[in-house]
């Protein structure tokens, strides 16, 4: 349990340091300004930090997850995005990867179970739950982020006023109640709900686990009650993101709102965390070699570039060396 209370009670705390430190101590352009920036800055470095460390490390061999017919004689059906033979296919294959989590909807369950005459059989089932939900969160993260550059222009560019009017298309309430702050919300408990109750799961959660969802779930909590709620001077947010991705930052109004402080220091958390943390499978999956490597090992012979040369011994030299001691031990050699 431990496991659960522990990350939870530190985003807690993450909560409460922007409301004591705005509130209390007037600490504006602390949260306002230098956290954002140092979070941002953290992120940047680290990302490619890790990027560069991931690139180093050596691929000397194809090792591509196939999962379906390579490409063989001209009579067999090449399964070309589960199997790709060329550059071309391995782009299809990461972009339904990336883009439609092709390998989570192949996913499978196993779990026993007992045949009528209580024979145990080893069964193996579809499930898209996870995919379903997994594809909802993630889409639904991305357009709340691409929706979020408005905060930052003047005017707003044309796709992204297209992207915020789909979004509100049921014109729910005022302000509208965008799809996308459900749908999230809506992922992101399916994914905690499957670590807490699936007791397999929660066997091997982690609080690493637990904490991104966690913070992700307040981050999306603090914005809509920032956007439904609690009103904010939006005005007042827009100068100062402005000012922030100008790199002309300046103190942030003093009656912005609390909840905003609250919402950009999460944020700020979740950046700065980024790098460090299993959400690296963002930059990680394009750096996989289990997925972006063509399987043409048959086709083309691929030489190790660090092989050096290996002084070798073959079995014709080693009998020529030994032969008369071979002979005298009664050991059978090739030539006489
Ligand atoms: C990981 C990044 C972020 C996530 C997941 C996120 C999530 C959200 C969500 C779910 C909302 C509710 C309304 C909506 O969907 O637009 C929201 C609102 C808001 N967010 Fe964020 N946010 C992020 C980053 C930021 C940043 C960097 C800023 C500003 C510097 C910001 C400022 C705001 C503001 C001002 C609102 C209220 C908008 C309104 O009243 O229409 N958010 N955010």
Redesign the pocket.
Known sequence: MSRVIFPLIVVLVLIAIPILGVKVAGLHLLFGVVI?YVAFAIFILGFIWRVIYWAQSPVPFRIPTTAGQQRSLPWFKQSRWDNPFTTGEVIVRMALEVLCFRSLFRNKRIDFRQLPDGTPILRYSPTKWLWAFALLFHWS?LI??I??IR?ATVPIPGPIEFLDHLDAIFEIGL?QL?L??LT?LAGLLFLLCRRLFIPQLRYISLPADYFPLFL?IS??CS??L??YFLR?D?VG?KEL?MG?VSFHPHAPVKDIGTI?FV??FL?SC?FAYFPFSKLMHMGGVFLSPTRNLANNSRYKRHINPWNYPVKTHPYEEYEEEFREFMKQAGIPVEKE
């Open positions: 954002p993260f709340i982020l929706r979020h905060l302000p965008y996308t702050d999230i992700i981050i999306v914005g809509m920032m956007r904010t939006i947010v993101v922030l905003f919402h950009i944020v979740l």
